[in-house]
């Protein structure tokens, strides 16, 4: 930011990691997390769109083969996965892996970069980019996964099967009770589980690129009497953030990766019947 150079390591660190808010309270928004998380959306699917409504029969472009290779690929984790028959999966697993692997892909961009923009041009004092490091985001994105889980529980299954489902298995309708709390404890697992794991890793992701940009500016603080000095810690500063953005670029797609299968076996596990 244009006054990183006076604030502190810690108060650095704390100044990226603060939402932009609206409102008080529970009933707060992080409007940087709706801001990039929208736009993003609107920016992939539009592009997506664009390329569908272009594809050609014949030797495609290269954005074209590129989307359809996407598309085949996530075709065919649900076609292995997914025994039951419905024309939602496939689409909700594709906007799934896209949506969280372009959020993920934010974090590569330098840390200072976008919260700049934001703050010259609108005056904003804290941005933060990367949606996926939100637990607000990544719960609200596991509660519609749950939601989907009910939605195919009781159209495969319908309400007296799902119900006898909950209450008989897996020990049979004489330990009623004790079906009841563990099918409690599994469907508020999947949800949690599901969140906390790409919220975690991200915003484990997001501390080490910043404590980075901190390790390097303390580099170059010290470095300033020698021209050699500033410039092996500029250089050092360089080599440790490419090579943790590389190792990053596996993070991200593994994330977004198994957060859509995740969705896929949940929603495998809901329209089958035990």
């Given amino acids: 930011m244009s006054e990183s150079a006076a604030l502190t390591p810690n108060e650095y660190i704390s100044h990226h ?40 029969a014949g030797v495609p472009g290269k954005l074209q083969a590129f989307v359809e290779i996407v598309i085949g690929m996530v075709d065919q984790q649900v076609r292995d996965t997914f025994h039951a028959k419905s ?13 969280v692997f372009c959020m993920n892909v934010i974090d590569l961009i330098p840390v200072d970069f976008l919260p700049m923009l934001v703050e010259k041009g609108f005056g904003a004092g804290h941005f933060r980019v990367v949606a996926t490091a939100d637990a607000n985001a990544t719960f609200a994105m596991s509660l519609t996964v749950f939601a989907l889980i ?24 004489w330990l009623a009770p004790v079906n009841f709390v563990l099918r409690l404890i599994e469907e508020f697992a999947k949800p949690i589980s599901l969140a906390l794991r790409l919220f975690g890793n991200m915003f484990a992701e997001e501390v080490l690129f910043i404590l980075l940009a901190v390790l390097g500016a303390s580099w170059q603080v010290h ?13 050092g500063q360089v080599i440790l953030s490419l090579g943790w953005a590389i190792f990053s670029c596996l993070i991200i797609t593994l994330q977004a990766f198994i957060f859509m299968m995740l969705t896929i076996v949940y929603l495998s596990m809901a329209s089958e019947s035990h």
């Fill in 150 to 173: 009910r939605r195919c529980n009781f159209k495969f299954k319908g309400v007296g099967g799902f119900m006898h489902e909950v209450f008989a298995s897996p020990f049979g309708i």
């Fill in 87 to 99: 024309k939602l999966v496939t689409p909700l697993a594709l906007t799934v892996f896209v949506w």
């Fill in 223 to 235: 470095g300033v009497g020698s021209f050699f000095a500033s410039s092996a810690s500029l250089a």
């Fill in 17 to 56: 990691l603060s939402y932009l808010q609206v409102g008080q309270g529970f009933w707060s928004l992080n409007v940087d997390t709706l801001i990039m998380s929208g736009a993003v959306g609107c920016v992939v699917f539009g592009l997506m769109w664009l390329t569908a409504r272009r594809a050609t």
